[in-house]
């Protein structure tokens, strides 16, 4: 199965988490209608992504502070050639942005975010507008991580979900009651 099937299959499944992610499923479906070409950055009116939502045994959220865009978010980005699943490029990105081995994925998607931003094509042409259909994931952190920050971050840190930092990127709240759900 490829990325693109397993994008069709999982969200075609996938019960919404709310009245919005229901819309956004929607919307990300009709998108993959294009077919596999959507889920790279070469399709310019917008592309599946994947984020990793990592969470602690204290329940505390870890962020980035995105070093291009100057907000606090989870981690996540673009989907990858070698990238078998969506949950997969989850993981992916969570343990290169966190530095932390061993997470523990999830892979029920938590949430999808639409929004536009300005990203560059694969072969670094300058950054362009367009949409990511962002899928995200609920990820465990091991007992005992240490974050390590990587390049695309100005900082990482962890947050209790009542006490996120400013200025927090749209879509970093509406994550917080289905991880909290799913973890019980």
């Known amino acids: 199965m490829s990325l693109y099937e397993d994008a069709v299959r999982v969200l075609t499944g996938w019960t919404a988490t709310s009245e ?13 209608a294009d077919g596999p070409v959507a889920m790279t950055r070469a399709h ?31 981690l996540g980005g673009h989907c990858e050639a070698g990238d078998e699943t969506l949950a997969a490029a989850a993981l992916r990105e969570g343990t290169e942005e966190s530095g932390i081995n061993g997470l523990i994925l999830d892979p029920e998607p938590i949430d999808i ?7 560059g094509p694969a072969d670094g042409a300058p950054a362009e507008p367009s949409v990511h259909y962002d899928v ?7 007992a005992g991580s240490v ?3 990587s390049d695309e971050s100005a900082d ?3 947050f209790a979900p009542d006490e996120l930092p400013s200025p927090l990127a749209g879509g970093v709240v509406q994550q917080i009651a289905p991880a909290r759900a799913r973890l019980g």
């Open 20 to 32: 919005a992610a229901e819309t956004a499923r929607k919307r990300t479906l009709g998108l993959l």
């Open 44 to 74: 310019r009116a917008g592309h599946v992504t994947a984020s990793a939502f990592i969470v602690d045994d204290a329940g505390r959220v870890l962020l980035c502070l995105h070093g291009r865009l100057g907000m606090w978010m989870q």
């Open 113 to 119: 975010d639409i929004h536009e931003v300005r990203c």
């Open 136 to 142: 995200r994931f609920l990820l465990r952190a091991p």
């Open 147 to 149: 974050e390590q920050i």
């Open 156 to 158: 990482l840190a962890w």
